[in-house]
T-cell receptor
């Protein structure tokens, strides 16, 4: 069963606007971590933000914030004030404490329009 | 501080050959993970090593093996290469193996092409 779902294969956003990238996950482990990564066309995977399942507050890192809704098993990434350099693939990922591995979703391609 | 480094950057091999990919983690990081990313897909977990011991293994055949050295660098070996092994191989390092020390930082990857 697919553990990470990203239902938006491609997204467009106007420069300076905010955009939300969706991610839902499936786990029975009460302790887990959720990650978002950015992969530009150069191929390097860039860590953006982390949310632990027991964290009380939503994670934020600069223009990135994670909208964590535990009951819905959702961990959406919000990018505020989009920039042209934000155009890239974005991957949601999860690690369960029961398993020493990180599972990635299929990704969302974001294009920022001038 | 230097980030995660991987070598070589690109590699072309023939079916049936063997390949070794190398990874050096960020200084102070003791865990290394390997991923295979086929074009158009998300990375697929292959192995995780922590303190020179295998801590996790993904659904890959026994042709794939890895090891971690005392300086925490790592090698990924793939034997009897198939066309389907063509992919970007990513190495990631982290402080530890469990949450929350498992924030991973990735290297630039090795692009393997099997002909």
């Amino acid at each position: 069963a697919q553990k990470i779902t990203q239902t938006q294969p491609g997204m467009f956003v106007q420069e300076k606007e905010a955009v939300t990238l969706d991610c839902t996950y499936d786990t029975s482990d009460p302790s887990y971590g959720l990650f978002w990564y950015k992969q530009p066309s150069s191929g390097e995977m860039i860590f953006l933000i982390y949310q632990g399942s027991y964290d009380q507050q939503n994670a934020t890192e600069g223009r990135y914030s994670l909208n964590f809704q535990k009951a819905r098993k959702s961990a959406n990434l919000v990018i505020s004030a989009s920039q042209l350099g934000d155009s890239a693939m974005y991957f949601c990922a999860m690690m369960e404490t029961s398993y020493d591995k990180v599972i990635f979703g299929p990704g969302t391609s974001l294009s920022v329009i001038p | 501080d230097a980030g995660v480094t991987q070598s070589p950057t690109h590699l072309i091999k023939t079916r049936g050959q063997q390949v070794t990919l190398r990874c050096s983690p960020i200084s102070g990081h003791k865990s290394v993970s390997w991923y295979q990313q086929v074009l158009g897909q998300g990375p697929q977990f292959i192995f995780q090593y922590y303190e020179k011991e295998e801590r996790g293994r993904g659904n890959f055949p026994d042709r794939f093996s890895a090891r971690q050295f005392p300086n925490y660098s790592s090698e990924l070996n793939v034997n009897a290469l198939l066309l389907g092994d063509s992919a970007l191989y990513l190495c990631a390092s982290s402080l530890g193996s469990g949450l929350p020390d498992h924030e991973q930082y990735f290297g630039p990857g090795t692009r393997l092409t099997v002909t």
